[in-house]
């Protein structure tokens, strides 16, 4: 169903939809990662549910952010090939990658962090294509 969406909605919308899920995904997983770090800082009270709730709007920005570079890049080269193969999560997996390590402002870090998620995201994409 996801390839016929590539050739019909504009990207714009296919990010924006992967915004909402994959930010969503994070905002949850600090509502249950929040809580655990604030225990492991010893915090209670209003300080805690201060951190929570920082900590759902930090998880929740972080992967909206990536799932949305990551799904306009793909579905911009895979418009500009005019391909549907895993070379297109290669390299919208390359870009994503560094979205997130552009954070640490290492080169090196950059460079790891998109190889690794363009390695992952090419074999996701290449095992869904086979």
Known sequence: MEED?????????????SILRV???GAIWGMC?????ANQQSLGGINKASYVTRSVGKYGFRCGVVAGVFSIT?????????KNDWVNGLIAGA???AAVGVR?????????MATLVSAFCAAA???RSS
């Not at 793909?74 to 005019?82: E, H, P």
């Not at 640490?104 to 790891?112: F, G, P, Q, W």
Request: net charge positive.
């Open 125 to 127: 994409d290449y095992a």
């Open 33 to 37: 990662i929040g809580p655990y770090e």
């Open 5 to 17: 969406l590539y050739g019909v909605v504009p990207c714009s919308s296919l990010a924006v939809e």
């Open 74 to 82: 793909r579905c911009g080269v895979q418009r500009y090939r005019n």
């Open 95 to 97: 870009v994503a990658g």
């Open 104 to 112: 640490t402002r290492s080169y090196t870090k950059v460079i790891e």
């Open 23 to 25: 930010g969503a995904a």
